[in-house]
């Protein structure tokens, strides 16, 4: 794939890739790759041709979520190949680099890692690639934003204050680089006892429902906290891939993203 025309400014497209959607934070921990992961599974499930780009530089889970670890080949020493797994065509750069090592890169590094890996994957022909980003504010969501034509982020939180202080920066450099905000997903809003069916808000309660209103930006869904959806991503087989309720929520928030 060629993302660059020769002389060409501004945001460009990728070569064979319909829309890219990127899932970003403002804090780790809040289940954004959790959340990337199922969806382009759900995304698959539906019946799209789905790419996931692991970009998180800094922490790449998508291996272990996705379940995958081989090193992908480059036959011709140009294109990288991609690896398939849930019916994702997918890449991460936890599989060019050694997972027990900490990257310690500089800025152009980064950006350099990160356009070989939206610009020399063999992607093939995509209906959505989601580009799961690293959490906050940083010189990667920058590039991607100036250098690719996304068609838009969503913004996962969960409903405590500090993640949403942080949601509200993610949003607003967004905002900045002229990326449309697609909306927000509570995630881990609620946690229902599986011995009693007593609902918990451990996180808190409506603030997401809130940022999204005072956003005029949809609230895509709410996903409670729950533990298959846990052991699941550990497993490597995303919840979505699996039958219950955590896959019919991811199934929906897939059906309003493409519909
Ligand atoms: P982030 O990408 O925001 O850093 P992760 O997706 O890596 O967050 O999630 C952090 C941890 O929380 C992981 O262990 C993941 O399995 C778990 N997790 C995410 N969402 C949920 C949820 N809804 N219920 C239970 N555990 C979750």
Redesign the pocket.
């Given at each position: 794939p060629t993302p660059q025309a020769p002389g060409q400014t501004g945001p460009q497209r990728v070569a064979g890739v319909d829309r890219i959607l990127a899932v970003g934070?403002g804090?780790?921990?809040?289940?954004?790759?959790?959340?990337a992961s199922n969806l382009a599974v759900a995304l698959a499930r539906e019946g799209r041709r789905v790419g996931l780009l692991d970009a998180?530089i800094y922490?790449p889970?998508q291996p272990r979520?996705m379940g995958v670890s081989k090193r992908p080949g480059s036959p011709d020493g140009k294109t990288i190949e991609p690896l398939r797994a849930h019916g994702v065509t997918m890449m991460s750069i936890g599989l060019m680099l050694d997972p027990d090592k900490a990257v310690v890169w500089r800025g152009p590094m980064l950006m350099g890692a990160l356009q070989q890996l939206i610009g020399q994957v063999a992607w093939g022909e995509l209906d959505v690639l989601i580009v799961?980003l690293p959490?906050g504010t940083g010189d990667i969501q920058l590039t991607l934003c100036q250098r690719t034509h996304l068609t838009g982020a969503i913004v996962?939180s969960t409903p405590q204050d500090v993640a949403l202080l942080d949601a509200r920066k993610a949003i607003d450099m967004f905002h900045t680089l002229k990326t449309p905000v697609l909306g927000l997903i509570e995630?881990?809003s609620l946690y229902i006892c599986p011995e009693c069916g007593h609902e918990a808000h451990i996180f808190g309660h409506g603030g997401v429902r809130d940022e999204a209103a005072r956003l005029d930006a949809p609230l895509l869904g709410s996903?409670?906290?729950?533990?298959e959806?846990?052991l699941a991503?550990?497993a490597g087989t995303p919840v979505a891939a699996g039958e219950g309720a955590m896959a019919e929520a991811y199934l929906k928030i897939a059906r309003g993203l493409v519909a």
């Open positions: 934070s804090k780790g921990g809040v289940g954004k790759s959790t959340v998180d922490g889970s979520m799961d959490p996962v995630n881990m996903l409670p906290i729950d533990l959806t846990r991503g550990d």
